[in-house]
């Protein structure tokens, strides 16, 4: 789970901030400094469901933001994901909507 939390927010901040023709976004650039796998495993392991829907929230604002907001077509439907990620009231329940989100911004990506 710690590994897809990463992505959907790396996947998010690319989304928000990568300039085409300049060095893409990794995970390991400053950016991602508080969206890295190991801050993420730390919560899970704690079961910190709302910290981790913060960031996560953070993040999909911004590509929210990036898509052109919930007025369009990419944002409504990121909207309809991230709803659905931020009802999950445990982990367990948060993984089926994190795969769905990540699968989403790589094929908008």
Same mark, same amino acid.
């Given at each position: 789970?710690e590994? %897809?939390?990463?992505?959907?927010?790396?996947?998010?901040?690319? =989304?928000? +901030?990568?300039?085409? &023709?300049?060095? @893409? #976004?990794?995970? !390991?650039?400053?950016?991602? *400094?508080? +969206?890295?796998?190991?801050?993420?495993? $730390?919560?899970?392991?704690? !079961?910190?469901?709302?910290? #981790?829907?913060?960031?996560?929230?953070?993040?999909? *604002?911004?590509?929210?933001?990036?898509?052109g &907001? #919930?007025?369009? @077509?990419? *944002?409504?439907e990121?909207?309809?994901? %991230?709803? !659905?990620? *931020?009802?999950?009231?445990?982990? /367990?329940?948060?993984? /089926? @909507? =994190?795969?769905? $989100?990540?699968?989403?911004?790589?094929? #908008? $990506?």
């Open positions: 789970m590994t %897809s939390l990463e992505t959907v927010a790396l996947f998010s901040l690319k =989304l928000a +901030y990568e300039e085409e &023709g300049l060095s @893409p #976004i990794l995970r !390991d650039d400053l950016v991602m *400094g508080d +969206y890295q796998r190991d801050v993420f495993e $730390l919560l899970v392991r704690r !079961d910190d469901v709302e910290t #981790i829907q913060f960031k996560m929230n953070e993040c999909l *604002g911004l590509a929210m933001d990036a898509l &907001g #919930i007025e369009k @077509p990419l *944002g409504r990121l909207n309809r994901l %991230s709803v !659905d990620f *931020g009802q999950a009231r445990s982990v /367990a329940q948060m993984n /089926a @909507p =994190l795969l769905a $989100l990540k699968s989403y911004l790589k094929d #908008i $990506l």
